[in-house]
């Protein structure tokens, strides 16, 4: 089992930028593939990024493409969101969620088994 840890949620006026951190402990070797999901009030959890464990193959939804950057730093155990040009309607609670292989059901939340507790982003307009 993966412990996952979220960090770095804030308010902030649209356009502008925060880090999310996904801090893991426990068996990473087990589940390499980090995704960050968000969750709207009356709306259901969806995927936003995720990595696998080199840092090589990263993916994204189409609404924050060229917006945000995922990353991670296996020397520390932390995968990173940088979001930028923040939106109202990225207003959410993100989750960092990790899965064993970045297959072609990255963006399905049934694949993940590890989830943290979830940061609150608030962008105002």
């Known amino acids: 089992q993966v412990q996952l840890v979220e960090s770095g949620g804030g308010l902030v006026q649209a356009g502008g930028s925060l880090r999310l951190s996904c801090a893991a402990s426990g068996r990473i070797n087990m589940s390499p593939v980090v995704g960050w999901f968000r969750q709207a009030p009356g709306k259901e959890r969806e995927f936003v990024a995720a990595i696998n464990w080199g840092g090589t193959s990263t993916v994204y939804t189409d609404s924050v493409k060229a917006r945000f950057t995922i990353s991670r730093d296996n020397a520390k155990n932390t995968v990173y969101l940088q979001m930028n040009s923040l939106r109202p309607e990225d207003t959410a609670i993100y989750y960092c969620?990790?899965?064993?292989?970045?297959?072609?059901?990255?963006?399905?939340?049934?694949?993940?088994?590890?989830w943290g507790q979830g940061t609150q982003v608030t962008v105002s307009s």
């Open positions: 969620a990790a899965r064993p292989t970045l297959s072609r059901t990255y963006s399905d939340v049934r694949g993940y088994s590890s």
